[in-house]
Nanobody, 123 residues
């Protein structure tokens, strides 16, 4: 069983930056990928970006290209989402999720989830 805990959310002005962290603990698969998803009320949870165990990155949302980056520190079992040039439309609850072996584009393909952290971009 894996436990994932997100942190780093908050209120930021448009154009600002935030770095989200996802701390992974528990009995981890030998290889696992971590994806970041986001959700606004009334909409489906959408995939943003994912990083595999070996560091391969897959982006699922065109709107964050060039603004969001993902990285992982395997020694600390932590994945980071660096969000720059934030826009009001980035406002959402952000979740990290884990799946064995490799990245998957759909939320239902992930087996373990964090509780989410709110990101609000507003002036």
């Amino acid at each position: 069983q894996l436990q994932l805990v997100e942190s780093g959310g908050g209120l930021v002005q448009p154009g600002g930056s935030l770095r989200l962290s996802c701390a992974v603990s528990g009995r981890t698969p030998e290889y696992y990928a971590i994806g970041w998803f986001r959700q606004v009320p009334g909409k489906e949870r959408e995939g943003v970006i994912c990083i595999s165990d070996s560091g391969d990155i897959t982006s699922y949302t065109d709107s964050v290209e060039g603004r969001f980056t993902i990285s992982r520190d395997n020694a600390k079992n932590t994945v980071f989402l660096q969000m720059n040039s934030l826009k009001p439309e980035d406002t959402a609850v952000y979740y990290c999720a884990a799946v064995a072996i490799s990245c998957r584009p759909r939320n239902y393909e992930y087996d373990w989830w964090g509780q989410g952290t709110q990101v609000t971009v507003s002036s």
